[in-house]
């Protein structure tokens, strides 16, 4: 298995020496004035790089921490209410919720829904959607069709959501309620609008600014704070991807 040594060098090395003081481990309840750190890695799917992910999600193990993993369920796949030729090849595969089902049971991985198949389906200002400008009815569809797969396959209860390319519209929040998600982690830019029972955790930071932001933290006592990196395959080196621009500097 390859080692990801610019995982420990760029993300978890981070943590290891400026978090072992500052976080519980594993806890999603640390006290006020303690700097909270959620990881969150998308694009989770039948097609990622499972070497890569099995050295993540062990070394996230490794560290006694835990990961946010949002899973696409249908990479590919045609949308329900289209003429679909290929229905064989969807799901995650046993090889791929195998790995899951190891690290949830270890604690070191929780799950969120990524879509249905992470398609553009509006390609302009302000960006990709796969959800937003669809009507609430087919939002609503693709949500129930990819939260039931992805349960099924894991055999758990799944309730958080993360848009594809961090976007939705007020339709998504109202039927991502419809169909049960009580939490929604998108980016920091954008406003969710207030729902009963959805709650937000946006997105705040790319792993390559995360040294420089608890540094700043400490070096101005601002520990009360909750940060969430969000992370894709192409931020390891060893994906063999290159860096997309927006994420440098
Ligand atoms: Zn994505």
Same mark, same amino acid.
């Given at each position: 298995?390859?080692?990801? *040594? &610019?995982?420990?060098? @760029? !993300?978890? %090395? ?9 976080? =519980? ?81 270890? *604690? &070191?991985?929780?799950? @969120? !829904?990524? %879509? ?9 200002? =302000? ?12 939002q609503r569809q693709l949500l129930v ?98 860096l997309p621009a927006c994420r440098m500097?």
């Open positions: 298995m390859r080692k990801s *040594g &610019a995982i420990l060098a @760029a !993300v978890l %090395g981070v943590l290891a020496v400026l978090l072992s003081q500052l976080l =519980p481990l594993r806890t999603a309840t640390a006290a006020a004035s303690r700097l909270r750190v959620v990881f969150r890695y998308d694009d989770y799917s039948r097609l990622s790089d499972t070497d890569l992910e099995k050295d993540i999600f062990g070394t996230v193990d490794d560290a006694g921490m835990s990961l946010v993993v949002a899973v696409i369920p249908f990479p590919g796949r045609p949308y329900p209410w289209e003429k679909d030729s290929n229905r064989e090849e969807i799901g995650l595969g046993e090889t791929k919720a195998g790995l899951l089902r190891t690290y949830v049971g270890r *604690g &070191a991985v929780d799950l @969120a !829904v990524h %879509g249905y198949s992470h398609r553009a389906n509006f390609d302009g200002p =302000p960006g990709k959607s796969e959800f937003a400008t669809l009507p609430l009815v087919r069709s990819a939260k039931e797969e992805l349960e099924r396959t894991m055999g758990l209860r799944i309730d958080s959501f993360v848009p594809p390319f961090n976007s939705f519209d007020d339709n998504t929040v109202i039927a991502l309620g419809h169909v049960g998600f009580k939490l929604s982690s998108a980016g920091i830019t954008s406003i969710q609008r207030d729902h009963e029972s959805l709650r937000s955790l946006p997105g705040t930071l790319r792993p390559q600014r995360l040294r420089k932001t608890i540094e700043g933290a400490q070096s101005e006592g601002l520990m009360d704070a909750l940060v969430v990196v969000t992370m894709h395959s192409f931020d390891f080196a060893e994906s063999g991807e290159p500097g």
